[in-house]
């Protein structure tokens, strides 16, 4: 490659960032953050509050009666969408094995895979933005205020006003099915634009719903860019915007909070003799970027924040190692994004996610699709939990972590704080996988495993 990208050789870009070779090799990698910088000035960066969060919260809970009635599922926990989190020591023991390393400390996952509605972490931020669009739109309209029972919006006079208004957006997958399984239950007409990623499952069970899907044999940008153009021209249009969007961000935010009072009801403690880890899958960045800020806020620099990506697809890696953030997409280092990881395979970091997280995040890994199986079937084995193979990434980075000596030292991770670590690996979606496709997912993990 003799051209320029973003006006520098490739040979001057590896030569300043020597990391690029495994990189653009498709080698897993590991990176800790250089750039990052203690919470408060982490959390400045990003230019939203815990007022932001606050507000966040307030509104789902305000939501919560609505929910509970259009989604009965939600009926246990009043109208809340939150996940389970489970310790998985049988699955700490068999990574152990394979990795040929005892993790000291606590292997936990967050079983957002659970999450109702739409079985993925997409159902934190995805629903989130198109219920705060409903509440802005209703109470323009002079059909509600904050004060009154949101079960209101079900009424036949406000679905017919909502279903008067577009919503569109751009997915692999598991955010349309959020976004339209959320908007067409509040009567909005809802356009899903999915790229050639996304799973036939997820187009069928949205076509039932009611939902307009969109096939795009291209990419996830490609995607999103027709969603945006589709609302563009139409005033009563909204485009939920997952490349930049501070809305999707703060619905994703607000799941620390909840996490906090998960983790005191198991009395895992976290302050600075016990560091709490969290792995979190990452695509475009949205998802991982809030979650990691709201756990910011929280725990401060007692938590750390490390984001996972498909070998195929570093995209925020790339995006926060080099500087470049959404200037620079994985075709830009001749990196294919082709993975099975489809909920990760975004080859341009989020606009918005990127800038505000790119000091907070503590590391980044990467791991190859076939391990993505193999933990896969690890899990089901283990624990009998079955995940889609973008969840399982996180597994990998405690043994990451815990390898890199230099990391631990330099960053004040005594052998006794490693001996009090909490590992949390956000599991991220794979409840509604159809039987057989899991079975298969399954399958091939163990395939590879013997
Ligand atoms: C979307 C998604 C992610 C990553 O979220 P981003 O906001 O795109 O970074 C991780 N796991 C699953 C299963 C997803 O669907």
């Known amino acids: 490659m003799s051209e320029q990208i973003m006006g520098k050789s490739l040979d001057r870009w590896v030569h300043e960032f020597p990391l690029l070779n495994d990189i653009m090799d498709y080698k897993e990698v590991t990176w800790f953050n250089t750039n990052h910088v203690d919470f408060h000035q982490a959390v400045a960066d990003v230019g939203l509050s815990t007022d932001d969060i606050d507000d966040a919260a307030d509104r789902l809970k305000r939501f919560a009666p609505l929910i509970k009635e259009l989604f009965p599922e939600t009926k246990q926990t009043e109208g809340i969408i939150e996940s389970p989190l489970v310790a998985v020591p049988d699955q700490q023991e068999k990574l152990a094995a394979r990795y040929g390393m005892n993790l000291p400390g606590q292997l936990w996952a967050k079983l957002d895979s659970e999450l109702p509605i739409s079985g993925s972490i997409k159902a934190r931020g995805g629903i989130y933005e198109v219920l705060k669009h409903a509440e802005d739109l209703a ?32 997915s692999t997958g598991n955010l349309g099915l959020s976004i339209g399984i959320m908007s067409a239950a509040l009567g909005f007409s809802v356009g899903v634009h999915m790229s050639a990623d996304a799973r036939q499952w997820k187009k069928d069970k949205l076509r ?3 939902v307009h899907v969109y096939e795009y044999q291209d990419a996830y940008s490609v995607a999103v860019a027709a969603g945006r153009k ?24 607000v799941a620390a909070r909840r996490l ?9 403690r976290v302050d600075e003799s016990n560091p709490l880890f969290v792995y979190l899958p990452c695509g475009v960045g949205g998802s991982p970027g809030g979650v990691a800020f709201g756990l910011k806020t929280v725990f401060g620099d007692n938590v750390r924040c490390i984001f996972v990506e498909p070998t195929h697809c570093p995209s925020m890696l790339l995006g926060v190692y080099t500087g470049l953030n959404n200037d620079v997409s994985v075709h830009d280092f001749g990196i294919d994004n082709v993975t099975a990881a489809d909920g990760l395979a975004c080859g341009r970091p989020s606009k918005f996610a990127g800038k505000a997280m790119q000091r907070s ?27 889609e193979p973008s969840s399982a990434a996180g597994f990998v980075c405690p043994w990451r972590v815990l390898k890199d000596e230099q990391y631990r030292e330099a960053t004040g991770l005594s052998d006794a704080a490693m001996a009090h670590g909490t590992h949390l690996v956000w599991i ?11 079975a298969a997912y399954i399958a091939q993990g163990e395939r590879l495993l013997n």
């Open 428 to 438: 991220t979606g794979g409840s509604m996988v159809p039987r057989d496709e899991m």
């Open 361 to 387: 995040i503590d590391g980044f890994c990467t791991v190859d699709d076939d391990e993505l199986f193999r933990i896969a079937a690890n899990l089901h084995d283990s624990t009998d939990i079955d995940i």
């Open 260 to 268: 906090a009072g998960q983790l005191r009801a198991y009395d895992v």
């Open 208 to 210: 039932a719903h009611g």
């Open 139 to 170: 109470i323009h309209a002079g059909f509600l205020t904050y004060e009154d029972d949101y079960r209101k919006l079900a009424s036949k006079e406000v679905r017919a006003f909502f279903n008067d208004h577009k919503i569109a957006v751009g």
């Open 230 to 253: 589709e609302s563009a021209s139409d005033p009563k249009a909204y485009f939920v915007d997952d490349e930049n969007s501070p809305t999707l961000f703060l619905g994703y935010a």
